[in-house]
């Protein structure tokens, strides 16, 4: 159904700000998204009016409490709108017949103040045919040809009497243009006249015709007044329309609501189709929607599906007027004299779109030399001296393994969610930017400074090292505007790279007066919040070693919840069947209280065991919560992903050997020892070389320690993001017997679907044949 309504029988003084005043009398809490008030081209009132509301709940309970009630002394009456196009419109309006000579071209220039009610078809009185019109009598030379059907034209009724010459030729027409059976004829002579009498009883598309002399003068038939320039355009540029869609795939939205959000223009367009992009620009000012979108879809033929059936169609009480999306080019894509620098800076802005370019806590080993520097108060070639004791690479390896354990605890205390950079493939957030390749020194000041040129910047969270940073804005577009103008631009000569954030990068909403306790560094309650938040990871690192893993099948997705309903009480509901892992209600983003969160009125709840799961849909499917019958399913999916930092959490330690994987091939062992040893006393390092014992070694290591205190603290420090010679090093827990054997073993099993291969002899072959 449709959140629109028609009201009909208005006064002829009634103004659209009395109209909503009147609506909002009667029901209070309804909120009006549109009203249109609708006039003739001669600025008539029409005595109707067109009012849609935020949900279709509330556009039924307008029309049934407004219909029959007066507006002083007018009774009005309240029917719901249908949208454009609809088989079911009942016509009334007496200036239908001039909409309908304008239907073909009402859709293209007249949408945002076009009507979703059938106010473009003839009225009843229109509908009966026209009767047979007589025009004023003269001294003339005219038959009436009566008995016509079928498909006939001038040209038909010309070829009937050739090769006759005819002077004139009239077809009657009732109001909706179709001929009612009768002609009148007109020729230059009596001569010509009796002639064609002929033809009489003759026979035009098989049916017998009649002809009779007429003295009537044959009026000339009236034509309707050629139609505007405007709509001859809109007839022209119709199929221009589609052909653009069908080419770009880009969709221009307009005449949206003012509340409307991305999330919602994603889901209404996205049933036709995966979606490249949906902008939906603010006003920098007042926050709120300027009322039209750019919606870009991955194959245009969607994109043309959408168009053809959302075009017209209501949204929130307002008509969606679409048009064909415009593609915006860099101005250096047209210059064919760009330098290599300027051909690298366009193609790398044009995987902007990439939802993961770079380890998000990578830092150059420029920028680690430079931070050690400033911390031990050193020089920067004391530390990147060859001729010092030790390797440079180990050197800088354990340099930048400290730094990235001190952003950790930073980011973490700020509430970051550090797991969630892990997921490469997960959602991406569109407000939260990481900006990483920051040079020494730079403040939160300087980089909100920065960001704020496109926008408002909700909070900056910048790390004592000051070489990554979190820029979160308060709106999608602006975010947008940033990212794009920001990314590889030149920030204190070397460029920043940006990064869309993962989707739940914050486990918290900004503090109001985050930003400004920081800047008066409040030491006191951050050491505090330092030492809760430590803490806290501490446990959950522990509970993702010593606790089971969900099993698959074990998420039930719970519908039809009350939107006051919190995880808390939807943990409460479910508790008393089993063991639960979480419990959830999904959220979005409020438009009007930014940095708050709304129910979508559905959650997920992750039990431990897939048998609980079970338990749980035969004994609370339709149970009572909060006054809302819920409706459970197992769900496909699960609201735990295990990402690539969790699935090395998850694995239990089960020794003390550590398998470390894409070491550089140009590291020596004594190199791989020096790294390692720090965290403790070591048992030995093994770096298996290619067969033969020849070339160099296989780019995986096994370090072994003496105590397992020593090997998770090597394991957590180095797990994350070191680096040796350029290369990550990856980090497993190598099984109590794992060795060299059971490596090639592992392998062979990987490339083979049923294990190792045996090999087949001929006897064998004869024997599995005879068998």
């Known amino acids: 159904m449709s959140s629109r309504i028609i ?16 609506i909002l009398k009667i029901c209070p809490n309804v909120e009006v998204t549109d009203c249109n008030l609708k006039y003739t081209r001669d600025g008539v009132f029409r005595k109707f009016a067109f009012v849609g509301f935020n949900s279709t709940d509330q556009g039924d309970a307008v029309q049934k409490k407004l219909n029959g009630t007066f507006i002083r002394t007018t009774k ?16 009334w309006s007496k200036y239908s ?11 293209s220039a007249e949408k945002p103040a076009a009507t979703s009610n ?10 009966t045919p026209a009767k047979e019109e007589k025009p004023p009598a003269r001294t003339g030379f005219v038959l009436k040809m009566k008995g016509l059907s079928g498909f006939y034209t001038e040209k038909s009724i010309k070829e009937f009497f050739k090769p006759i010459k005819l002077k004139a030729v009239r077809i009657p027409r009732n109001a909706q243009k179709k001929p009612i059976g009768v002609a009148y004829v007109e020729l230059p002579s ?29 009026e000339p038939e009236t034509k309707l007044p050629a139609p505007p320039p405007w709509e001859l355009k809109a007839k022209e540029s119709s199929l221009q329309e589609v052909e653009s869609i069908a080419e770009s795939g880009r969709l221009f939205v307009r005449n949206l609501w003012f509340g409307v959000t991305e999330e919602e223009l994603e889901e209404l367009f996205g049933k036709f189709g995966p979606l490249t992009e949906v902008v ?51 101005e250096s894509e047209s210059s064919e004299k760009s330098s290599y620098k300027k051909k690298k800076d366009l193609q790398q802005k044009s995987n902007n779109a990439s939802s993961h370019n770079w380890n998000a806590l990578f830092l150059g080993a420029n920028a680690v030399a430079d931070a050690m520097a400033q911390k031990y108060h050193t020089d920067k070639s004391n530390i990147l001296d060859d001729d010092t004791r030790g390797s440079v690479g180990v050197r800088l390896a354990l340099g930048e ?65 000051g070489i990554t940073a979190i820029v979160e804005y308060l709106e999608p577009s602006e975010a947008r505007q940033g990212f794009m103008k920001l990314n590889f631009s030149k920030f204190r000569s070397i460029p920043l790279y940006l990064e869309w954030a993962p989707m739940t990068v914050f486990v918290k909403p900004a503090a109001p007066s985050q930003e400004k306790k920081e800047d008066n560094s409040e030491e006191g309650g951050r050491e505090e919040e330092k030492k809760a938040t430590s803490s806290q990871e501490e446990k959950t690192e522990e509970k993702a070693n010593d606790e089971e893993v969900p099993e698959e099948e074990a998420t039930i997705f719970v519908k039809n919840l009350n939107f006051s309903t919190t995880d808390e ?4 509901h479910f508790k008393a069947i089993g063991n639960i892992y979480s419990a959830t209600v999904s959220k979005k983003k409020d438009a009007k209280k930014p940095g708050e969160l709304l129910s979508m009125g559905y959650g997920f709840v992750q039990f431990m065991k897939k048998t609980d799961a079970k338990e749980a849909l035969k004994q609370l499917q339709n149970s009572m919560l909060d006054g809302h019958n819920l409706e459970l399913k197992i769900s496909n999916r699960t609201s735990h992903q295990v990402t690539g930092r969790q699935k090395q959490a998850e694995t239990k330690q089960k020794s003390t050997k550590i398998l470390v994987r894409n070491i550089p091939f140009e590291a020596k062992k004594k190199e791989i020892e020096e790294l390692f040893k720090v965290f403790g006393e070591l048992k030995f390092v093994r770096l298996p070389k290619k067969l033969g014992g020849t070339g160099p070694h296989r780019g995986f290591a096994f370090v072994d320690f003496v105590t397992k205190e020593d090997a998770k603290r090597a394991f957590s420090a180095l797990c994350h993001s070191t680096h040796l010679y350029g290369r990550r090093l990856v980090l497993e827990w190598a099984e109590v017997e794992e060795s060299l054997d059971d490596l090639r073993r592992k392998t062979a099993q990987h490339f083979s679907d049923d294990g190792p291969k045996r090999k087949v002899t001929k006897s064998s072959l004869l024997e599995e044949l005879q068998s």
């Open 7 to 22: 009201i009909k029988q208005l006064p002829k003084d009634i103004t659209k700000d009395r109209l909503v005043a009147h």
């Open 76 to 91: 009005i009456l309240v029917d719901k709108a249908t949208d454009i196009g609809d088989s079911k419109i009942k016509v």
């Open 280 to 330: 939906l620009p603010v006003d920098p000012l007042t926050k709120k929607v300027k009322g039209f979108a750019h919606v870009v879809f991955v194959f245009p033929e969607h994109a043309l599906k959408a168009f053809t059936e959302l075009d017209y169609t209501s949204l929130h009480g307002r008509l969606l007027h679409i048009l064909p999306g415009r593609e915006v080019k860099e």
């Open 569 to 572: 009480q939807l943990l409460e």
């Open 190 to 218: 009596e001569k010509e006249l009796e002639l064609a009498m002929g033809r009489n009883k003759n026979f035009i598309n098989g049916k017998k015709v009649f002809l009779k002399k007429s003295t009537e003068e044959l």
């Open 97 to 107: 017949l001039q909409k309908n000579s304008q239907s073909s071209t009402t859709k």
């Open 401 to 465: 393994t400290q730094i990235i354990n001190e952003t950790r605890e930073f980011l973490i205390s700020n509430g970051v969610a550090l797991d969630s950079f892990s997921q490469a493939a997960g959602a991406r957030s569109k407000t939260v930017i990481l900006v990483k390749n920051l040079p020494l020194g730079v403040t939160t000041d300087e980089l909100r400074d920065i960001f704020n040129k496109y926008g408002s910047v909700n909070r900056v969270v910048l790390p004592p090292t």
């Open 118 to 127: 059938p106010v473009e078809k003839p009225n009843e009185e229109e509908k």
